[in-house]
């Protein structure tokens, strides 16, 4: 069985500060995060406060696809208020995040298809600190290009998960130099999105990333990522079948 810790924010760094590795036991599947120390915190299965809690529709100007309160990118078949809205924090950077996604992607990917629920995704960046080229705020600047560049539609939705899995599947070793922006670029043309190079290369949405992160890591129930909620609610999501479980709670 696959082993799945968390990238953690430990309480002396500042914000957006990183946290290095995770412990890993045979046998074991671990959702707790892992500080500089190697100290495990809990299992993110108690209730959370309001992050990303909030699902109402962002008064941010933007002329792509809408973003929800909190910074959140949208991916649903509902047409209106979803029964279920899963909400997962991630960042590109993170080894955890490309884990946790090769466990629940296909999961994840029924779920943009199931009109009772909506999948909100809040794209981090606090790991520059492991990098030499800023790795985690350029690989969200890219993210926040590709969401953009679409109209909110599913076909568009499609297009930024689809560069998502690829970016995770591509994932530099952490530590080392990150994939360079003309890598980046061509991951976006391979998704369909191929009008994003001036947008990724001139770090449009910086200022936007930089946002979101810092209102996701101050809040004090904030450990790590992945950080994963269901209506709210943190959960233990340490495999494909565990999240199955808290989405079928939710539902009834």
């Known amino acids: 069985m696959n082993a799945l810790g968390r990238h953690r924010l430990v309480p002396s760094q500042t914000v957006r500060a990183a946290a290095f ?7 074991a599947l671990l959702v707790g995060a892992c500080g500089t120390d190697g100290t495990p915190v809990s299992d993110g299965s108690t209730p959370s406060a309001d992050t990303s809690a909030d699902t109402s529709a962002s008064s941010t100007p933007s002329t792509g696809a809408p973003v929800m309160a909190g910074g959140a990118f949208r991916v649903t078949a509902a047409a209106g208020q979803p029964k279920v809205v899963v909400t997962i924090i991630e960042d590109l950077a993170c080894p955890a995040c490309q884990q946790f996604e090769s466990l629940t992607g296909t999961t994840l990917d029924g779920y943009a298809a199931d009109p009772e629920i909506a999948i909100d995704y809040q794209i981090i960046s606090f ?11 350029r690989a969200a600047n890219a993210s926040y290009c590709v969401w953009h560049a679409g109209d909110g539609s599913v076909t568009s939705q499609a297009r930024w998960r689809g560069f998502q899995h690829t970016m995770f599947e591509r994932q530099p070793d952490e530590g080392g130099p990150g994939l360079d922006d003309d890598e980046i670029i061509a991951i976006a043309a391979e998704a369909d999105v191929p009008d994003v190079a001036d947008c990724i290369t001139s770090g449009q949405y910086r200022d936007d990333v930089a946002a979101t992160t810092d209102a996701v890591t101050n809040d004090s129930d904030f450990e790590g990522t992945p950080t994963v909620l269901v209506n709210g609610e943190k959960v233990t999501a340490r495999s494909a079948s565990e999240l199955k479980a808290a989405v079928d709670a939710a539902r009834r």
Do not use: F, K, N
């Open 21 to 27: 590795g995770c412990i890993v036991a045979a046998g």
């Open 127 to 137: 790991l520059d600190r492991v990098s030499p080229d800023r790795y985690s705020s």
